[in-house]
């Protein structure tokens, strides 16, 4: 579903993917840990071409993103992603924003975007803020619909990148439960996330990066139970108090 | 003895031949509307070039603001007005006033335009950018309705400018309010009543937009 090969990122001087190499299968729940700074973020942001690798290959569904300019917008229709800081569009209602992809990229009738949109504003537990703006609802509230709005597009793979970490305290688990429940279905999952009762959880493999690699991976009973790099023990052992 | 540059009979004068002012004052209007639309389709347009990402887009932007936003008004109108017609092109005063003044005030609407895109946070794209919207499709969907309520005053502060400085037509018989009443005070030294007349034309224009900036400012400012 997804394959990086050889993947180089620098920011000027900054070289924070090293030779990544990663392949997400159809359905696998993938997290992504690591201290802050690892590339984390820059690998997820990869996938969807947010970022455009210095070097190597990312593939989606197929398609070689990193050769297809003209397709990367086409295949973004298939790929959700969660930010920190949600992105809602403030000038748009709830519903409006679950709206405005599906009617203009897929050319959804509008009653049928507003319908499917309605059902997933149910399922994040918002479809009484169908009308409200993004402005008035609290952190928690705002990312459930940033997930309704990626959902709206029926979308094969789901990106996080750091979800909650934004979030009171309180509004984690809220988030944390609508991701869950996402994990049930079909739907590829990389979520990046320091939460990791989620990881344990929820996730088929983990990745755990530092310094612009991968430096361990595993299931999670591995990874909670067993991890064999010193690396990885240390910043487990930092992480999980 | 003198009457004074006030006295009563002066005053009449000016009601008596009002047409003359009524005339200036429609052409003062027409020129600014037009002028204005151009300014806005000119300033929308480099607006964005100047806020894309492009070098070559970025570039042309830069020289069109920099060479009207530090030359004088009154050089840009003296050229389409006298400079042009060497080049074969006579252009009627009416013309000059709604491309120079336009021209010019295009540039700082492009400015505007540029700083209100600027001002939308970066999040906006990416979150676009992620849903499958290209930049051109990002730019009318997401970006420039959350521009529109940073810009609306500026734009309306620049509209005030803009009618005023139609009044550089004067300098070149452009027939619009200011040349009406300086070439009717012109021929019975009437200047006091017809200058203060045409101020208070002015004023009936840019106040109403001025009051409603200074309104919109306190709404937003009250929101943000």
């Given at each position: 579903?997804?394959?990086?090969e050889n993947?180089d990122?620098?920011?000027?001087?900054?070289?924070v993917?090293?030779?990544?190499?990663?392949?997400?299968?159809?359905?696998e729940?993938?997290?992504v840990?690591g201290p802050s700074?690892s590339?984390?973020?820059?690998?997820i942001r990869?996938?969807?071409l947010?970022e455009k690798?210095s070097?190597?290959?990312?593939?989606?569904?197929?398609?070689?993103?990193?050769a297809?300019?003209a397709?990367?917008?086409?295949?973004?229709?298939?790929?959700?992603?969660?930010f920190q800081n949600?992105?809602?569009y403030?000038?748009?209602?709830?519903l409006?924003n679950?709206?405005?992809a599906?009617?203009?990229?897929?050319?959804i009738?509008?009653?049928?975007?507003e319908?499917?949109?309605l059902?997933y504003?149910?399922?994040?537990g918002?479809k009484?803020?169908a009308s409200?703006?993004?402005?008035q609802?609290?952190?928690?509230q705002?990312?459930?619909?940033a997930i309704a709005?990626?959902?709206n597009m029926?979308p094969?793979?789901?990106?996080?990148?750091e979800?909650t970490s934004?979030?009171d305290?309180?509004?984690i688990q809220e988030?944390?439960d609508?991701?869950?429940d996402?994990?049930k279905?079909?739907?590829?999952?990389?979520?990046?996330t320091h939460?990791?009762g989620?990881a344990?959880?929820?996730?088929?493999r983990?990745?755990?990066m530092?310094e612009?690699?991968?430096v361990?991976e595993?299931?999670?009973?591995?990874f909670?139970?067993?991890?064999?790099q010193?690396r990885?023990?240390?910043?487990l052992?930092r992480?999980?108090? | 003895?003198?009457?004074?540059?006030?006295?009563?009979?002066?005053?009449e004068?000016?009601a008596a031949?009002w047409p003359?002012f009524a005339?200036?004052?429609?052409?003062?209007?027409?020129?600014?509307?037009l002028?204005?639309l151009?300014a806005?389709a000119?300033?929308?347009?480099?607006?964005?070039?100047?806020a894309s990402?492009s070098k070559g887009?970025?570039g042309?932007?830069r020289?069109?603001?920099?060479f009207?936003?530090n030359?004088?008004l009154?050089?840009q109108?003296f050229?389409?007005y006298?400079?042009l017609?060497y080049a074969?092109?006579?252009l009627?005063?009416?013309?000059?006033?709604?491309?120079g003044v336009g021209i010019y005030?295009g540039a700082?609407?492009a400015?505007i335009?540029?700083?209100?895109i600027?001002?939308v946070?970066?999040g906006?794209?990416?979150?676009a950018a992620?849903q499958?919207f290209n930049?051109w499709q990002?730019?009318?969907?997401?970006?420039?309705?959350?521009?529109?309520r940073?810009?609306?005053?500026?734009?309306?502060?620049q509209?005030v400018?803009?009618?005023?400085?139609?009044?550089v037509?004067?300098?070149?018989?452009?027939?619009?309010?200011?040349?009406?009443?300086d070439?009717?005070?012109?021929?019975?030294l009437?200047?006091?009543?017809a200058?203060v007349?045409?101020?208070?034309l002015?004023?009936?224009?840019?106040l109403?937009?001025?009051r409603w900036v200074?309104?919109?400012?306190k709404?937003?400012?009250?929101?943000?």
């Amino acid at each position: 579903m997804i394959q990086l090969e050889n993947v180089d990122k620098h920011f000027g001087a900054a070289h924070v993917l090293k030779n990544i190499n990663l392949v997400v299968a159809p359905a696998e729940k993938l997290v992504v840990i690591g201290p802050s700074g690892s590339g984390k973020s820059t690998l997820i942001r990869c996938i969807n071409l947010l970022e455009k690798p210095s070097k190597g290959r990312v593939t989606v569904d197929d398609v070689e993103l990193t050769a297809h300019k003209a397709y990367v917008h086409t295949v973004r229709e298939s790929i959700g992603m969660v930010f920190q800081n949600f992105n809602l569009y403030p000038h748009k209602t709830v519903l409006e924003n679950l709206t405005l992809a599906p009617i203009k990229l897929k050319k959804i009738p509008r009653a049928e975007a507003e319908a499917s949109g309605l059902g997933y504003l149910e399922r994040v537990g918002l479809k009484d803020k169908a009308s409200a703006y993004p402005s008035q609802l609290s952190g928690g509230q705002q990312q459930r619909v940033a997930i309704a709005r990626c959902l709206n597009m029926h979308p094969k793979i789901m990106l996080f990148d750091e979800p909650t970490s934004a979030l009171d305290p309180e509004m984690i688990q809220e988030v944390l439960d609508v991701m869950t429940d996402l994990a049930k279905e079909g739907i590829t999952m990389v979520v990046v996330t320091h939460e990791m009762g989620f990881a344990r959880n929820v996730a088929d493999r983990v990745i755990f990066m530092d310094e612009g690699r991968i430096v361990e991976e595993g299931t999670p009973e591995h990874f909670f139970t067993n991890p064999t790099q010193d690396r990885t023990k240390l910043f487990l052992s930092r992480i999980l108090r | 003895m003198n009457p004074g540059p006030f006295a009563l009979f002066k005053w009449e004068a000016v009601a008596a031949e009002w047409p003359v002012f009524a005339t200036g004052f429609g052409t003062t209007a027409l020129v600014s509307l037009l002028a204005l639309l151009l300014a806005l389709a000119l300033g929308l347009a480099f607006g964005m070039a100047g806020a894309s990402t492009s070098k070559g887009l970025r570039g042309p932007t830069r020289v069109y603001v920099e060479f009207f936003q530090n030359t004088p008004l009154v050089i840009q109108v003296f050229f389409l007005y006298n400079g042009l017609p060497y080049a074969g092109l006579v252009l009627p005063v009416f013309a000059v006033g709604v491309l120079g003044v336009g021209i010019y005030h295009g540039a700082y609407v492009a400015e505007i335009i540029r700083a209100g895109i600027e001002a939308v946070p970066k999040g906006q794209k990416e979150a676009a950018a992620s849903q499958g919207f290209n930049a051109w499709q990002t730019m009318v969907h997401v970006v420039l309705p959350q521009t529109r309520r940073i810009v609306l005053p500026p734009l309306a502060n620049q509209a005030v400018f803009l009618i005023k400085n139609t009044s550089v037509l004067a300098m070149v018989a452009g027939g619009d309010l200011m040349y009406q009443a300086d070439s009717w005070a012109a021929g019975n030294l009437y200047y006091g009543p017809a200058y203060v007349v045409t101020g208070l034309l002015y004023l009936a224009l840019c106040l109403p937009l001025s009051r409603w900036v200074r309104r919109m400012e306190k709404t937003s400012a009250v929101q943000a």
